[in-house]
């Protein structure tokens, strides 16, 4: 049975009408090994208004950094635009003795250039890694600031305990220029294994 709207199909046997919705389009994918950071110097530009990053057990070389990104535009590499950002984190120890909601003082930015955090205290247990995603937003614009949300996770240890500990980091990236790069690395030490995917979204 279909769904029409005025006219129009939107529903067709339970599949959304040609024309409705968006499609994941592969475009690159990095692996880490040992690796100090890992840049998308190519594939963001205008072809499409949003782009998707997904991270696949990020596994840090040394214990307990941040997971973090900056970006930049044309040629640049100093991967230092300002950003304002917010982020809030939920958590919940293997014990059940510690639980949390709130937000994540610290992991923000007001107008800053540092790399943005997208998730905390990263263990280097051989079991332990980071893995979620990134949404940029119509990076390629010359009108509008660039917009981002993300949401990772990630199994921390810390004073004993073993966190299952989610993040939400959000903000926009403000300048008009557009944005050509994106670099992702850890706090601390290299990246010793991941995957990291970037699709466009139609």
């Not at 339970?14 to 389009?25: D, E, R, T, V, Y």
Request: a negative charge; glycine letters at 10%.
């Amino acid at each position: 049975m279909g769904l029409i709207s005025n006219g129009t199909t939107i529903f067709d046997n339970g599949s959304m009408a040609s024309g409705f919705g968006g499609n994941l389009n592969f475009i690159s994918k990095a692996t880490a090994s040992a690796s100090a950071s890992i840049e998308f110097t190519s594939g963001i530009d205008s072809t499409y208004k949003e782009y998707v990053f997904y991270f696949v057990n990020m596994h840090p070389q040394n214990n307990a950094p941040y997971f973090e990104f900056q970006v930049d535009t044309g040629t640049n590499t100093n991967y230092n635009q300002t950003i304002t950002s917010t982020q809030f984190q939920e958590y919940h120890t293997e014990s059940g003795s510690y639980t949390g909601l709130g937000y994540s003082a610290g992991d923000d930015q007001a107008q800053g250039t540092n790399f943005q955090r997208l998730q905390q205290f990263v263990s280097n247990d051989n079991d332990n890694s980071t893995s979620g995603f990134l949404h940029l937003f119509n990076p390629s614009s010359s009108v509008f600031v660039k917009h981002f949300f993300g949401r990772l996770y990630t199994q921390q240890s810390s004073g004993g305990e073993v966190y299952a500990n989610s993040m939400f980091p959000a903000g926009y990236i403000n300048t008009t220029t557009p944005l050509t790069r994106v670099k992702f690395r850890f706090s601390s030490g290299n990246i010793d294994a991941g995957e990291i995917l970037l699709f466009g979204v139609n």
